[in-house]
């Protein structure tokens, strides 16, 4: 069965597969491993294909720079990882990030070319912007991988989230960027829409220091 999912705007589009195996999903990440116009997320079966658009693209420049001088000015060592797909077959999950970044493993993860999740840790922050809904619920996905916190826009605010034995659960702060809290957040991505980005990543690196 497939489900096709988009916005009234066509913001992006969003396909929902059911019923596809590994192997299926491992044929598709290698025919599309050039491509950087869509984004995979499988879930035992469920494999979701989504075509990215400029909004969505805007909103993960955004927020990379903003946790990128952010960390800088906090003085937090940390290493990018773009969007990386992320994968284990035993668990039958998989999923590329919009971002994502290591701090605790920065030191570990600048060393190394590719990543097995069977050996090396997950990343620790994970930004995902979701602007269709309904979509597939990546958050067991990542709860299964064992990613300890995800940054989440619906297109208009980000709320945190941090990994706990229940789950994930809503926080008001960053562990991963510690100090760094939600509703700064919200209003720095705000600013961004309306400043130069030059005065914007200032304004930013003023706001990780306390200084407003």
């Known amino acids: 069965m497939t489900t ?9 589009q969003k396909v929902l597969l059911h019923g596809v195996s590994w192997e299926t999903y491992e044929r598709l990440l290698a025919e599309h491993e050039e491509s950087s116009g869509a984004h995979f ?5 469920n494999l979701e294909i989504m075509i990215l658009s400029l909004k969505h693209e805007k ?37 590329e990030p919009d971002a994502c970044y290591y701090m605790t493993h920065a030191a570990l993860i600048r060393q190394k070319d590719e990543i097995d999740l069977t050996t090396d840790p997950p990343p620790e922050l994970v930004i995902e912007i979701d602007i ?23 297109g208009e605010r980000v709320h945190f989230f941090r990994l706990g034995e229940a789950g994930y659960a809503g926080v008001a ?15 720095l991505l705000e600013a961004s829409r309306k400043m130069k980005r030059a005065d914007w990543l200032r304004f930013v690196r003023e706001s990780a220091k306390g200084r407003e």
């Open 132 to 154: 269709t809904s309904p979509s597939l619920d990546k958050f067991p996905i990542f709860a299964a991988l064992g990613v300890a916190e995800v940054w989440r826009c619906d």
């Open 173 to 187: 702060e960053s562990a991963a960027l510690p100090g760094v809290n939600e509703e700064t957040v919200n209003r």
């Open 41 to 45: 997320a499988y879930d035992r079966g």
């Open 59 to 95: 909103l993960k420049a955004r927020l990379m720079s903003l946790v990128e001088a952010a960390a800088e000015t906090l003085g937090v060592d940390y290493e990018a990882a773009g969007s990386t797909t992320f994968r284990r077959k035993d668990l039958q999950r998989g999923f």
């Open 4 to 12: 096709v999912l988009e916005t009234p705007k066509q913001i992006e």
